[in-house]
T-cell receptor, first 113, second 115 residues
């Protein structure tokens, strides 16, 4: 299995809602990532998890809260988002933090009303 | 700091014509280089990568890229474009930073294919 899966595929939420994005991989990878991609822009790194511990937070607002319950799962909890947070959220994994190749999931298209 | 420049934001080619997408990178050591393709609303699919060795790299879907250290370039080529190749193409450079392999993406080149 060389796939990263993400659910849901699409999500629409209000600014007062709480929702979560889920990412899963079964490749035995020990590094996982969240990226945010706005329309017509390249992906931007948000968080890096290394061996289930948060190692990089690229100054992301606290309304985004990542969680890594185990080595296969990565969640992104969303609360009190703003319309400008609407974007494609991509999850990725790599064999370990030093491995150059990232495997990307299909993304979750988030719309904040 | 590492960076990637894709000078062409939008390219239009006729189906069956050849294609070259340009990419220049900046990195202090030998870089890891990637080309990704993204269809509208989709995730990123890896087309090919260069880590070391042969500077001409073959990828999926008939794409190839050539690493030229002297020019700091990693241009993507395809001899004959198909309508299904219409998508956004991202060049990326990987380098070690802050305890992990950081990937920096270029701004992307949108490819339009006309019949």
């Amino acid at each position: 299995d060389t796939e990263v899966t993400q659910t849901p595929k699409h999500l629409v939420m209000g600014m007062t809602n709480k929702k979560s994005l889920k990412c899963e991989q079964h490749m035995g990878h020990r590094a996982m990532y969240w990226y945010k991609q706005k329309a017509k822009k390249p992906p931007e790194l948000m968080f890096v998890y290394s061996y289930e511990k948060l190692s990089i937070n690229e100054s992301v607002p606290s309304r985004f809260s990542p969680e890594c319950p185990n080595s296969s799962l990565l969640n992104l909890h969303l609360h009190a988002l703003q319309p400008e947070d609407s974007a494609l959220y991509l999850c990725a994994s790599s064999q370990d933090p030093g491995a150059p190749r990232k495997f990307f999931g299909p993304g979750t298209r988030l719309t904040v009303l | 700091a590492q960076s990637v420049t894709q000078p062409d934001i939008h390219i239009t080619v006729s189906e069956g014509a050849s294609l070259e997408l340009r990419c220049n990178y900046s990195y202090g050591a030998t870089p890891y280089l990637f080309w990704y393709v993204q269809s509208p609303g989709q995730g990123l699919q890896l087309l090919l990568k260069y880590f070391s060795g042969d500077t001409l790299v073959q990828g999926i879907k008939g794409f190839e890229a050539e690493f030229k250290r002297s020019q700091s370039s990693f241009n993507l080529r395809k001899p004959s474009v198909h309508w299904s190749d219409a998508a956004e193409y991202f060049c990326a450079v990987g380098g070690y930073s802050g305890g992990y392999q950081k990937v920096t993406f270029g701004i992307g080149t949108k490819l339009q294919v006309i019949p």
